[in-house]
């Protein structure tokens, strides 16, 4: 009787050595955590993908001015709109965000008879916003410069306006008071005689400084009247030219002073044309100190 050989029985398995307390649950908390940052790298990548989209439709439809209409100018009587656009250099559409409004602001105070220009953008809706505030031409100028004389305007305190600047502005004020040699040194004693052109009256014509500094008004009235240089009196003289203007012309019979100096403001000097002399009773003393 043939014995069929049996397979050799496998040897028998240890049993499982159990895991400390805890292990599982610890095992449980990793594999959450880990699909947890899953999860955030997920809605990290998608806030990303909608804010990169949310961003090139504002560049490119919502954050651009199409046109004129979205351009707002408040403040000034005198600068329009498209000068403003032109001045700023915007071509249309024009991003918003390729703005600068502090490099605006600086390019129309220089292109535009303003003093002071604010640039503000807004969003929702698209818009570009200029304040500004007039420069405001109140005589005719002329200075001199290496190419030769060129004309423009001053503003009431004595600073420049260039013609260009002054191109296309509605003309508000009578502009026939003319400074001849202007220069910016000069401009703080300019600004105090057109503080004075009230008391100075209609009369006075032109406002002029000689190459050496000295100042010299030239009026209906009286004729030339030399104020001297730009030092602490030019108060004091522009105060007796004030007077002399009211008082002097009504005792002069009619003539017309070929010259009046008035660089020293206590102790005036007129000059008749012929050498003629003042009618009797006539004197060229100011008015007391501190007074018109």
Same mark, same amino acid.
Request: charged content about 25%.
């Given at each position: 009787?043939?014995?069929?050989?049996?397979?050799?029985?496998?040897?028998?398995q240890?049993?499982?050595?159990?895991q400390?307390?805890?292990?599982?649950? #610890?095992?449980?908390?990793?594999?959450?955590? %880990?699909?947890?940052?899953?999860?955030?790298?997920?809605?990290l990548?998608?806030?990303?993908?909608?804010?990169?989209?949310?961003?090139?439709?504002l560049?490119?439809?919502?954050?651009?001015?199409?046109d004129?209409s979205?351009?707002?100018?408040v403040?000034?009587?005198?600068?329009?709109?498209?000068?403003?656009?032109?001045a700023?250099?915007?071509?249309?559409?024009?991003?918003?965000? &390729?703005?600068?409004?502090?490099?605006?602001? %600086?390019?129309? &105070?220089?292109?535009?008879?303003?003093e002071?220009?604010?640039?503000? +953008?807004?969003i929702?809706p698209? +818009?570009l %916003?200029?304040?500004?505030v $007039?420069?405001?031409?109140?005589? %005719?100028?002329e200075? #001199?410069?290496? =190419?030769?004389?060129?004309a423009?305007?001053? *503003?009431?305190?004595?600073?420049?306006?260039s013609?260009?600047q002054? *191109?296309g502005? =509605?003309?508000?004020? $009578?502009?026939?008071?003319?400074?001849?040699?202007?220069?910016? +040194?000069h401009?703080p004693?300019l600004? +105090?005689?057109?503080?004075?052109?009230?008391?100075?009256?209609?009369?006075?014509?032109?406002?002029?400084?000689?190459?050496?500094?000295?100042?010299w008004?030239?009026?209906?009235?009286?004729?030339?009247?030399? !104020?001297?240089?730009?030092?602490?009196?030019?108060d004091?003289?522009? $105060?007796v030219?004030?007077? @002399?203007?009211?008082? @002097?012309?009504?005792?002069?019979?009619?003539?017309?002073?070929? !010259?009046? *100096?008035l660089? $020293?403001?206590?102790?005036?000097?007129?000059?008749?044309?012929?050498?003629? #002399?003042?009618p009797?009773? &006539? &004197? @060229?003393?100011?008015?007391?100190?501190?007074?018109?």
């Amino acid at each position: 009787m043939t014995t069929t050989p049996q397979p050799p029985s496998s040897a028998p398995q240890p049993p499982a050595t159990p895991q400390p307390p805890g292990a599982v649950r #610890r095992q449980q908390l990793k594999q959450e955590r %880990r699909a947890d940052r899953l999860r955030q790298l997920w809605q990290l990548l998608v806030f990303l993908g909608l804010a990169t989209g949310l961003g090139w439709v504002l560049l490119r439809h919502g954050w651009n001015l199409r046109d004129a209409s979205q351009v707002e100018v408040v403040g000034s009587r005198l600068v329009s709109r498209d000068q403003v656009i032109q001045a700023a250099g915007l071509q249309f559409p024009q991003p918003l965000i &390729t703005l600068e409004p502090r490099e605006l602001s %600086r390019t129309l &105070t220089q292109a535009l008879p303003v003093e002071q220009v604010q640039v503000s +953008r807004t969003i929702l809706p698209p +818009r570009l %916003r200029f304040e500004l505030v $007039d420069r405001e031409a109140v005589a %005719r100028a002329e200075r #001199r410069t290496p =190419r030769g004389p060129e004309a423009g305007y001053i *503003d009431r305190l004595g600073s420049w306006i260039s013609a260009q600047q002054h *191109d296309g502005v =509605r003309v508000r004020r $009578d502009l026939s008071l003319r400074v001849v040699g202007w220069n910016e +040194r000069h401009r703080p004693t300019l600004a +105090r005689v057109l503080a004075h052109r009230r008391q100075l009256g209609t009369g006075l014509d032109e406002v002029r400084f000689e190459p050496d500094g000295s100042l010299w008004l030239v009026t209906t009235p009286l004729g030339r009247i030399r !104020l001297g240089p730009s030092d602490n009196q030019v108060d004091r003289r522009l $105060d007796v030219a004030a007077y @002399l203007l009211t008082t @002097l012309p009504p005792r002069l019979a009619g003539r017309k002073p070929s !010259l009046i *100096d008035l660089s $020293d403001p206590e102790q005036p000097e007129l000059s008749l044309p012929g050498g003629g #002399r003042l009618p009797s009773g &006539t &004197t @060229l003393a100011g008015p007391p100190q501190g007074g018109q």
